[in-house]
């Protein structure tokens, strides 16, 4: 049998693991930490810096081809595994996902064929460019001021009200590489993910549409009607135009804003792109006859993709810490008895040893036989386990 490798060994890497392993394969991972939530499932669990060199041949030599779950490896250790591996996603493709300067580059170098641009933005890595950005860029304000590099779950992120709040924000990020963006009346967040094969094959999921509290994504909304469908079309095509326009072999998520500009249609602005499976695909598990874990594996193995067909309406609720703890803070495990009592509940625990609050810990999924009933389900889950966002349910 072959094995496959998984750069990162988090809960991402984990599903990925589950899924390769259905197929028959080894799977190995290489995490640096002993626990790590696929390692503890891996047939292979390689324990090394994700630039070491003797870890990185490692996986080389017991691998047929290898992925990443984990946005922030090097992409110079990809580069050193595509010497001897299929490797994808690639490095360069990595690398742009990593920055958002890239990022957001790329997104305008494709705006002609995907259709949509980013918020209004301005680069500052420089005092110099700070100081344009105090002087030139009120257009920009309200803004939000975001790390180019390393932030996710909103982290690395700064709102500023006021150009003059500019400075103190920047410092506050350790004065390295940002954009700064505009923030944009939100009426909606949604997003897409495409798997596109070594061949060029592509094929993509149907645009789930998300709800954050404060910068983590809470709940995801996938099931027909969850959005105009004009603008499920408009989505769905952009975020295939960026994955080819990056000649992309993989899985990707790409992220929407929608904002209100009068039309049914349009509104649509590119967020940002995760060069892997993201937590707002993890519906597809259960409620699709392939899931986004199945596509990274066929992908990067050189299977057909499979176009994926959704079966049931889905709700996705995220599993942070917080719900570990009771109302005095006290540690204390969920009541699973009661959710999972609950029609159409499937729970998904990622095997980490220690919660704490603001981690992801697990998500449910409720599937069911219409959108009302799974909405209601969803509903006295979220009660049940004092979630945010029940409002949008
Ligand atoms: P992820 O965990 O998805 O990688 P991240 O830390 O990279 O998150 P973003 O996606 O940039 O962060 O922002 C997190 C959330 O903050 C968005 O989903 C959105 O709700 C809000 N947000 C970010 N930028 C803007 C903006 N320009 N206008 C309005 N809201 C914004
Ligand atoms: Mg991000
Ligand atoms: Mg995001």
Known sequence: RATLGVMGGGQLGRMFVHAAQRLGYFTAVLDPDAKSPAGLVSHHHIQSDYSDPAGLAQL????????????NVPSQALQKLAQTRP???????????????EEKAHFAACADISG???APYAVIETPAQLQAALEGRTDLMPGILKTARMG???????RVKTTSELAAAWAELGGVACVLEKMLPLTAE??????????????SFAPQSNVHVEGILAVTHAYEGNMPPALATNARDAAVAIAQHLGYVGVLCVEFFVVDDGS?????VVNEMAPRPHNSGHYTLDACDASQFDMQVHAMAGLP?????????????????????????????????AVLSLPGTHLHLYGKSEARVGRKMGHLTITGPDIASVKTVARRAAELLRLPGLDTI
Not at 306 to 315: E, F, L, N, T
Request: aromatic letters at 6%; one cysteine or more; charged letters at 15%.
């Open 152 to 158: 996710y779950d909103g982290k690395g992120q700064i």
């Open 190 to 203: 949604c997003s897409v993910l495409v798997a596109r094969g070594w061949d060029g094959q592509v094929v």
């Open 60 to 71: 080389a030599d017991l691998c047929q081809a290898i992925t990443t779950e984990f946005e």
């Open 87 to 101: 490797v994808a996603p690639g490095a360069t493709v990595v690398g742009i996902a990593q920055n958002r300067i």
């Open 264 to 268: 049914t249609h349009g509104g649509l």
């Open 305 to 337: 993709l499979p176009k994926p067909r959704q079966h049931s309406p889905a709700i996705m609720l995220n599993l942070l810490g917080d719900v570990w703890f009771d109302a005095s803070g006290q540690l204390q495990e969920p009541n699973w008895q």
């Open 116 to 118: 949509v641009t980013c």
